[in-house]
């Protein structure tokens, strides 16, 4: 079975300063889908950014990108010229190009705080 | 409707009782999913819909679960005799396609069940 872990239970940055959230990831696929997800304070999860294990380059969406390092099993977050409007829990998440794709294994999140 | 509803949005009641919990998906979306998310946990996965089949219920904890979905759109998980190990947050997605490549889960706000 998958398992995916977040070591930083919390963090905290400057307003316009750059952070970076660690993950890394248990599995034996070779093909498979990697995510970040922001909950704020509303509940809702809401996709950050997205990586497909068998592209090399690092996924980037605006302020947002991640070092995915395939072999050693890391993606990485970081958060650049954060806003107080980052401040949420960051959940990483697995998905299985395989039987059970469907489904999603999450860390047990990171709280990142974006202070004034 | 513009996005996932979920209702209530938070639920508190008597150890041994009843609860229901609701979720509405997004219109034309075929698949729908339970999560659960205990206190400093990530999300634990609950139940998997593809229209109105459940090809996956391993997710639920115990025999109290169970859940059904109606017209391949609402989709309610009832809860019997709650215990108070159930207090969490139940989160549901739902997206046009399970499992495809480019398939975008979207939440609701949850339920914040409270089990005295």
């Known amino acids: 079975a998958q398992t995916v872990t977040q070591s930083q239970p919390e963090m905290s940055v400057q307003e316009a300063e750059t952070v970076t959230l660690s993950c890394t990831y248990d599995?034996?696929?070779?093909?498979?889908?990697l995510f970040w997800y922001k909950q704020p304070p509303s509940r809702q999860m809401i996709l950050v950014i997205r990586?497909?294990?068998?592209?090399?380059q690092n996924a980037t969406e605006n302020r947002f990108s991640v070092n995915f390092q395939k072999a050693a099993k890391s993606f990485s977050l970081k958060i650049s010229d954060s806003q107080l409007g980052d401040t949420a829990m960051y959940f990483c998440?697995?998905?299985?190009?395989?039987?059970?794709?469907?489904?999603?294994?999450f860390g047990k999140g990171t709280l990142l705080t974006v202070n004034p | 409707g513009a996005g996932v509803s979920q209702s209530p949005s938070n639920k508190v009641t008597e150890k041994g009782k009843d609860v229901e919990l609701r979720c509405d998906p997004i219109?034309?979306?075929?698949?729908l999913y339970w999560y659960r998310q205990s206190l400093g946990q990530g999300l634990e996965f609950l139940i998997y819909?593809?229209?109105?089949?459940?090809?996956?219920k391993s997710g639920l904890p115990s025999d109290r679960f169970s859940a059904e979905r109606t017209g391949g759109s609402v989709s309610t998980l009832t809860i019997q005799r709650t215990q108070q190990e159930d207090s969490a947050v139940y989160l549901c997605?739902?997206?046009?396609?399970?499992?495809?490549?480019?398939?975008?889960?979207?939440f609701g706000s949850g339920t914040q069940l409270s089990v005295l």
């Open positions: 997605a739902s997206s046009l396609f399970s499992g495809t490549t480019n398939e975008k889960l979207f």
């Open positions: 599995t034996s696929e070779n093909n498979y889908y």
């Open positions: 990586q497909e294990a068998y592209k090399q």
């Open positions: 998440a697995f998905r299985s190009s395989g039987g059970s794709n469907y489904k999603l294994t």
């Open positions: 219109s034309g979306h075929t698949a």
């Open positions: 819909f593809q229209g109105n089949s459940a090809p996956d």
